[in-house]
């Protein structure tokens, strides 16, 4: 998956993945990460998510990362917030109160770019990704928040029906990913309304990473 699609993705409006009142299952269990207030919540390919509008309107603070910035610019135009926008190294950074968006490739986000940040929400990255590159990500994730705590959200679904993104993610699989850094535990498995792109049946899984204490 080559950053040239998702920029013609936008260019040309076909965003079909941007759920327009944001993900019901992010307002389900975003408490079981138990953040207080003021606490930095971390969204890799976020695009013009509304789950960063819940987010802030509950009093957390964003950071997030994103390939197109035709979605950062919609986004903060549908925040109604004119932000500063800034050069970091080979992204560029769209600040605003509470909210960074770094722009630019997800790799180039570095531990001290992104600062401190006290949990990851994973809705719109892992499944996102081909095979090849998820455990790539995967470390880069652990190793620039230092294995912050996650929510990550999944479909799993018969990947031989249907061509990718969004990518099935199989248990199996997530494990192999976060099992020697977090104890993963499921916490919801909904089947999604009318399957997987109108067609192929598939199941929405919501993941909670906390920190392994072995």
């Known amino acids: ?20 009142q944001g993900n019901a299952l992010l307002k389900a269990h975003f408490s079981k990460l138990n953040l207080s207030a003021g606490s930095r919540v971390f969204i890799p390919l976020c695009g013009k998510t509304k789950d960063i509008a819940w987010l802030l309107i509950n009093k957390y603070r964003v950071v997030g990362a994103e390939l197109s910035e035709i979605a950062v610019k919609a986004l903060f135009e549908e925040l109604g917030v004119v932000p500063d926008v800034l050069v970091a190294g080979e992204l560029r950074r769209y600040h605003a109160e509470n909210i960074d ?61 249907q061509q990718g993104p969004p990518f099935s993610i199989s248990e199996v699989e997530l494990r192999d990913h976060y099992d020697k850094s977090y104890t993963v535990q499921c916490l919801e498995r909904v089947p999604v309304d ?17 920190r392994s204490t072995a």
């Open 1 to 20: 998956m080559d950053a040239e699609f998702w920029h013609e993705r936008w260019d040309a409006n076909e965003i079909g993945f941007h759920q327009k």
């Open 101 to 161: 968006i770094f722009v630019g490739d997800i790799f180039d986000v570095s531990a001290e770019l992104l600062g401190s940040v006290d949990a990851i929400y994973d809705r719109a990255a892992l499944v996102a990704l081909p095979l090849d590159m998820r455990a790539k990500y995967s470390r880069h994730m652990m190793d620039i928040t230092l294995s912050a705590p996650q929510l990550i959200i999944c479909f799993e679904y018969q990947q031989e029906l």
């Open 194 to 210: 009318g399957g997987l792109k109108g067609g192929v049946s598939a199941d929405e899984v919501v993941w909670l990473l906390a």
